[in-house]
């Protein structure tokens, strides 16, 4: 997640949006730049930046277990994580 603190516009009023359990903030008078997500419940911003909690992660673990298909595409995504993780180092 990126944060704006750095990049904010002096002087622009900004509006705060509660969604879900997310706080988001934009700009008032800037409808071109989108929102962002600047807290909330760690669950709720976990899932609206497209991040797997750890729950969920040990979840389909569980499930794999009771579902080929799950387990096999499990595999693959694991043995993709180790080969592009051997390249970065």
Avoid: C
Avoid at 20 to 34: E, H, K, L, S, W
Avoid at 43 to 70: C, H, M, N, R
């Amino acid at each position: 997640m990126t944060t704006k603190t750095d990049k904010l516009i002096p002087g622009q009023p900004l509006i705060y949006e509660r969604a879900n359990g997310v706080v988001y903030a934009r700009y008032r008078d800037i409808p071109d730049i989108p929102r962002w997500i600047i807290g909330g419940d760690p669950e709720a911003v976990a899932e609206a930046s497209g991040i797997v909690s750890y729950d969920q992660w040990k979840e389909i673990f569980v499930l794999a277990d009771e579902y080929p298909t799950l387990r096999k595409h499990l595999d693959k995504l694991l043995n993709l994580y180790y080969i592009i993780r051997k390249e970065k180092t």
